[in-house]
């Protein structure tokens, strides 16, 4: 059983910064491909990024990609999101989730999830 606690969340200005954590408890994160989604209301949950186990490898959301990075340190049991130029469509829960999977894009394919920090985006 893995536990995921997030964290770094907030409020912030169109055009700012925020740099999500995310730290694994019970077992190590090593083995997995880590990734963020988010949720928006009245939305479905959505993929943003995700980093495989080595950390060698990344993909971003479309809507992401050039603004958000993912990373990670295997040492400490964390996978980080830096969020740079956020805009008001960023608003949402933002969610760490860990897959089994050498490589995982889609909800299911993730086994772990934790609890989600919100990121509010005035304009």
């Known amino acids: 059983q893995v536990q995921l606690v997030e964290s770094g969340g907030g409020v912030v200005q169109a055009g700012g910064s925020l740099r999500l954590s995310c730290a694994a408890s019970r077992r190590t994160l090593s083995s997995y491909a880590m990734g963020w989604f988010r949720q928006a209301p009245g939305k479905e949950r959505e993929f943003v990024a995700v980093?495989?186990?080595?950390?060698?490898?990344?993909y971003y959301a479309d809507s992401v990609k050039g603004r958000f990075t993912i990373s990670r340190d295997n040492a400490k049991n964390s996978v980080y999101l830096q969020m740079n130029s956020l805009k008001p469509e960023d608003t949402a829960i933002y969610s760490c989730?860990?897959?089994?999977?050498?490589?995982?894009?889609?909800?299911?394919?993730?086994?772990?999830w934790g609890q989600g920090t919100q990121v509010t985006v005035s304009s």
């Open positions: 980093i495989s186990w080595s950390g060698g490898s990344t």
């Open positions: 989730a860990a897959s089994p999977k050498t490589w995982a894009m889609r909800v299911v394919e993730y086994a772990y």
